[in-house]
């Protein structure tokens, strides 16, 4: 039978003697992770205790938290790019790896602008902006609905479910001349495009220095 997998073991403080460098990949490593649940949060067709309220919130507020999640991984892909000790890193990657790693830097560049704004809205907290947009401009076909939920003698509560369709309103805030569909559309695209991207440069750095670095 073939090997399915293999794991390396080492202490981390000799993984990642102290150094800006390190300290970016140890940031990418977290964000990475953290893209991955917000990415399989997004698409699963059920998560039963994330699902309270319905599932169109639950993949609502992944999507919401990816946003800001790419935009620290932007940041630290342009952090790492210019980073001197970096450069004898890349040096090593063969010609595949090299490309994907300028594509991956060259679409964070490009779509860090427009992810910021609808991060700053909504990425990491509802901001007041967001929410007031989101009054202003809601659809009259939109219907809320709020319910009372006694699932069991110990267990009564208030069911918000309007607060997706504000959150929902509120991510369309940049859209400019664009429709709602478009926009939300395109947000949408950038971030599966996004998580792509996130895995081949964070697999170059895997593959030619840090499985290395665990030896």
Avoid: C
């Avoid at 003697?17 to 140890?26: C, D, P, Q, R, W």
């Avoid at 939300?184 to 290395?212: C, E, F, P």
Wanted: aromatic share 12%.
């Amino acid at each position: 039978m073939p090997l399915k997998s293999k794991s390396l073991f080492k202490e981390l403080r000799r993984v990642f003697v102290f150094s800006e460098m390190h300290a970016l990949i140890a940031r990418l490593a977290v964000l990475y992770e953290d893209l991955r649940i917000e990415t399989f949060g997004i698409v699963a067709e059920s998560l039963p205790k994330l699902d309270y309220t319905d599932s169109k919130y639950r993949s609502n507020y992944f999507l919401r938290r990816s946003i800001a999640t790419l935009i620290e991984i932007a940041e630290a892909f342009r952090m790492l790019d210019e980073n001197p000790d970096f450069q004898r890193v890349k040096a090593k990657f063969d010609h595949q790896h090299t490309i994907r790693w300028k594509r991956a830097v060259w679409f964070f560049k490009r779509f860090e602008p427009v992810l910021e704004k609808v991060r700053n809205d909504i990425g990491g907290h509802f901001g007041h902006a967001a929410a007031r947009y989101a009054l202003e401009n809601m659809d009259s076909s939109v219907v809320g609905q709020i319910e009372l939920s006694n699932e069991s003698p110990s267990k009564v509560g208030v069911k918000l479910h309007f607060a997706g369709d504000i959150a929902v309103t509120a991510m369309l805030r940049h859209k400019g001349n664009e429709s709602s569909l478009e926009f939300a559309t395109k947000i949408i695209r950038i971030v599966a495009i996004g998580y792509s991207q996130a895995i081949m440069g964070i697999d170059a750095i895997n593959a030619y220095y840090l499985w290395d670095r665990f030896r």
